[in-house]
């Protein structure tokens, strides 16, 4: 029997996909799975999920466009606070706050509609990108689930 009360600190996870299009719904799936134990709604699920997608889509758009790369997936959970991580080391970003602003594409022949950047700000409390050394990109996002607070005081009911 286990009487000893979990408090959940904080709580990692790394993955390392190829930029094969195939991975970008097994990356979106196992981060909202993990993601699962702060308890977010649905809703919160789904806005990580888009975020997600978005992010590594990019890499296996924009990142390695004529090859094939390493895209790692790193997710971090403290207390109701949800932080993912995706870096690329494939052609990197010009400019960066360029590259943020709603419309802008480098790729609008292929009906890209510039909208990425704009979608992880909307769905993540915090979206910084920086360049990664030698080349490449890393995108991190941070989202603090607001349904904790209420599923904690129930637990403390029931403790
Ligand atoms: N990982 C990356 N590596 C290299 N370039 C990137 C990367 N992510 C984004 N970019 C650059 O930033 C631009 C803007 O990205 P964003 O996701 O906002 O739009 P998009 O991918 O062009 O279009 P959409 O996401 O709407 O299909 C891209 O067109 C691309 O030039
Ligand atoms: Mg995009």
Not at 74 to 80: T, V
Not at 114 to 124: A, D, I, L, Y
Not at 142 to 149: E, H, I, M, R, V
């Amino acid at each position: 029997m286990n009487t000893k009360k979990e408090v959940l600190e904080k709580n990692e996870m790394t993955l390392t996909i190829k930029s094969y299009s195939q991975n970008e719904s097994f990356a979106r799936s196992t981060v909202a799975a993990f993601c699962v134990q702060a308890n977010p709604t649905l809703e919160e699920i789904n806005d990580v999920k888009t975020a997600v997608s978005e992010a590594v889509t990019n890499c296996v758009v924009h990142a390695y466009p004529n090859s094939v790369g390493d895209i790692l997936i790193k997710a971090e959970i403290q207390g109701n606070t949800l932080k993912v991580t995706i870096s690329d080391w494939g052609v990197g970003i010009q400019d960066i706050k360029k590259a943020m602003e709603p419309f802008y594409t480098s790729k609008p022949e292929q009906e890209r509609s510039g909208m990425g950047f704009t979608v992880m700000e909307s769905f993540m409390d915090i979206v910084e990108v920086s360049a990664q050394k030698p080349n490449g990109v890393k995108v991190e996002m941070t989202k603090t689930f607001k349904s904790k607070a209420s599923s904690s005081k129930a637990e403390d009911k029931n403790a």
